[in-house]
């Protein structure tokens, strides 16, 4: 009994055996090759699949996502004659399993080489100011030549980034030596667009402010005129109201002659033309009056006669 109950264990093992092999599952956004006696026959998709076993195998097993794969720093020499180390990030998906299997041995190195080498063709064509300022154009060019190159082996490349592109330290300490220099230049610039904007607002408000002064002073000095002309107006009204003679008009030019006459920087004055008529009229007056002190003082209708000394 023994040897039978061994046999039926080992058919048991077998049959849980096949059953494992023809039962395959694939998870969602996977693919798997299936190969007869070596020979590729179809390519499994997501969900449950049947399969012959002991005879069909999986050969590869792929994942249909999106990768992405850094690759180490590239030393690439400019047009310039200057080494460069550039970093590069790959996006890509299989879109075909079949060719991603057979197509190419490994597809990520593939991928990879053919990166290092085209980037150097696109780079050799540039300088270094062109090359650290013309990523978008780079990237482009690197794309379409890898997804040109890699839509055989059932890969699609999504996009191309480089992580980073460092010159050498000489030049990295030139190129920021010159940025100093620039941001320094434009700093004594703004300092001077400052300074002159400045003095070109305390120039204007200057003006503005002399230009209000005289402004100010003027309709001072002419408010102030108007006042003395119609103050002299009132006076003026005022003497030829009163109705004066020649006497009293005389007199009032007499005593206007010390205050023409005061200050220590009057050396030159000028008397008015009618002066000499009011001291002609002052002389007429002043002769009625003898040298001894006695007044001549008319008779109504009769001669002179004298008038008693004044004491």
């Given amino acids: 009994m023994e040897p039978i109950i061994i046999v039926l264990i080992i058919l048991v093992v077998l049959v849980f055996i096949a059953l494992i092999k023809t039962i395959q599952v694939i998870p969602q956004a996977s693919a798997a090759i299936v190969e007869r006696f070596g020979r590729y026959t179809r390519t499994l998709n997501a969900g449950l699949n049947i399969v012959v076993p002991f005879i069909d195998t ?52 593939a991928i990879e080489q053919l990166t290092v080498t085209t980037l150097r063709n696109i780079i050799g064509g540039m300088d270094l100011e062109r090359t650290l300022t013309s990523r978008e154009e780079i990237n482009a060019a690197l794309r379409g030549v890898l997804d040109e190159a890699t839509g055989k082996w059932g890969i699609r490349v999504n996009r ?11 030049i990295q300490d030139s190129m920021e030596k010159q940025m100093r220099a620039d941001r320094d230049k434009r700093a004594a610039i703004l300092q001077a667009e400052g300074v002159r904007q400045s003095e070109i607002l305390t120039a204007e408000g200057q003006k503005q402010s002399a230009i209000l002064r005289a402004e100010g002073e003027a309709k001072a000095a002419a408010l102030r005129a108007e006042g003395e002309a119609q103050a002299i107006r009132v006076v003026f009204e005022s003497i030829h109201a009163g109705d004066p003679d020649q006497k009293l008009l005389s007199y009032q030019y007499l005593q206007m002659l010390p205050k ?6 009057n050396k030159l004055w000028i008397v008015p ?18 040298p001894a002190g006695n007044a001549s003082i008319p008779k109504p209708g009769g001669p002179e006669r004298q008038a008693p000394p004044i004491d």
């Fill in 58 to 109: 999986i050969r590869n097993r792929i994942d249909l996502r999106e990768q992405v794969v850094p690759f180490p720093p590239q030393p690439v020499i400019t047009q310039d004659n200057l080494v460069v180390n550039i970093d590069t990030v790959i996006y890509y998906q299989v879109t075909d399993a079949r060719a991603a299997t057979y197509e190419v041995a490994s597809y990520i190195q």
């Fill in 160 to 170: 191309v980034e480089l992580k980073a592109i460092e010159p050498p330290t000489s």
């Fill in 260 to 265: 023409i006459a005061e200050g220590d920087a």
């Fill in 273 to 290: 033309s009618e002066i000499g008529d009011a001291l002609k009229g002052l002389g007429g007056a002043l002769g009625n009056f003898n």
